[in-house]
């Protein structure tokens, strides 16, 4: 056999005996939380928590305070899975009791790299805080919003988020479906404008940050 038909004759051999590229599909995005009862602490879908969360199972509650200002934990026993907080500010004292809780929320959030909420959902952060005391619950959300003038606190604390989901996002969200939920347990409408100037979060040295930052995932 001459020798430019026995090279020819080996790649083709090769390209017969050489198996196909495999097919590589892309990972599915992660499925959009849904606002839709029942809820947990009264706040947040329980179809949302366990998608965010990955938990499953039924959830007790345990909660503590007033409709005004008060508490839910959920589970009951420890670690928590889900702690939701909230609070009414009325009066000059509400008022300042709540600008004093927000700012030692803004100085936490601000030292772990926290996120701006979006401007619809009031003057709050997100953040993943894994410091102790916090590291039971790390991944957390705080706004301050009106509803029907009265400014109001709402906490959200997470203790983990489901592999391969946005932290961020999916905080972002559930204070949304809270906050809308909580208007209509109180028959109120929330809305962005405080009755005071938007704060922009700081980190440890005092620098502006931004909104737009990468999300921790799991």
């Not at 083709?12 to 590229?21: G, N, R």
């Not at 009325?90 to 929320?105: P, S, V």
Request: charged share 25%; with cysteine.
């Amino acid at each position: 056999m001459r020798p430019f038909r026995l090279a020819a004759a080996l790649v083709l051999l090769i390209s017969a005996c050489t198996p196909e590229k495999a097919i590589v599909s892309a990972p599915a995005p992660p499925q959009p939380i849904v606002d839709a009862p029942p809820y947990v602490c009264k706040l947040v879908s329980a179809q949302a928590f366990r998608l965010v969360s990955g938990a499953s199972g039924s959830f007790g509650e345990e909660t503590t305070g007033t409709e005004e200002s008060g508490e839910c934990q959920s589970p009951e026993t420890t670690p928590r899975s889900l702690q939701v907080n909230w609070l009414q500010a009325d009066g000059k004292t509400g008022k300042e009791h709540l600008d004093f809780l927000m700012k030692d929320r803004r100085r936490l959030y601000s030292r772990h790299g926290g996120v701006a909420l979006p401007a619809d959902l009031g003057d709050g952060l997100v953040a993943y805080v894994a410091s102790a005391p916090f590291a039971e619950q790390p991944y957390r959300a705080s706004s301050r919003f009106p509803c029907d003038g009265v400014d109001r606190l709402i906490d959200i604390y997470l203790p983990q988020v489901a592999k391969g989901r946005d932290a961020i996002k999916d905080l972002i969200d559930l204070m949304r479906i809270a906050q809308t939920r909580y208007g209509k347990l109180h028959n109120c409408t929330p809305s962005a404008k405080t009755d005071r100037a938007p704060h922009q979060p700081e980190d440890a040295a005092g620098n502006k940050i931004s909104e737009k930052r990468d999300s921790p995932r799991r």
